[in-house]
């Protein structure tokens, strides 16, 4: 997990700033490679991950132990239905390979809006996405672990209908990678 996705995480992490975030939580952060690669990207951040598999946050923490040890990193169990986090904490949050599992997208995501500051950013990424090029392949995929796979339009809807502002889509077609920014904005507080 932490090496097959690390290619599309880091082509994801391309379309975010790195120069202003204080505090950013990634959702879902099964083995924690996310984490280990947000610490160079952002190495005046405070990190905080969260998963919903015990294994994986055991995985997480064995992975991110230094930057643990450095108080760069936190890793907990919990889930993105209720995240165990303040009101406006986080400057970025992110999800890789994750809202496909979400049980209640649309709740799910006004939940992470609820920890972002004002003007803070979601970035999701995926490497699997609705496209007819990848059809067969992906119904496979979806069936095969039930995942909720979306278009790009569908992407900039469950934004928009979250109350996220400023959304951004972009997607390498041939790969099947698709990643999706939203703001909170004042007017989506």
């Known amino acids: 997990m932490n090496a097959g ?22 959702v879902g952060c099964g083995g924690g490679g996310a984490l280990r690669d947000m ?3 952002f190495p005046s951040a405070k990190l905080y ?6 294994d994986m946050v055991l995985l997480a923490k064995k992975v991110n132990k230094e930057l643990m040890e450095k108080g760069q990193v936190e890793i907990s169990h919990g889930s993105v239905s209720s995240l165990p986090f303040a009101d406006n904490t986080f ?36 490497e699997v996405y609705e496209n007819e090029k990848f059809q067969d392949r992906n119904r496979k995929w979806a ?24 959304i ?5 077609v041939e790969k099947n990678w698709i990643s999706a920014l939203g703001k909170k904005t004042e007017l989506t507080s």
């Open 168 to 172: 951004e889509v972009h997607e390498v």
């Open 143 to 166: 069936s095969w672990v039930r995942m909720h796979l979306h278009t790009p339009a569908g992407y900039r809807e469950f934004l928009k209908t979250a109350g996220y502002g400023a």
């Open 49 to 54: 991950g969260i998963d919903y598999s015990q």
């Open 39 to 41: 610490a160079s990207t």
């Open 91 to 126: 400057d970025l949050v992110t999800a890789f390979e994750a809202y496909y599992f979400w049980s209640d997208l649309d709740r799910d995501l006004q939940e992470i809006k609820r920890v972002l500051r004002s003007g803070g950013t979601l970035l999701l990424v995926n």
């Open 5 to 26: 996705h690390a290619r599309v995480r880091r082509w994801g992490l391309g379309y975010v700033s790195s120069e202003s975030y204080v505090s950013v939580l990634d």
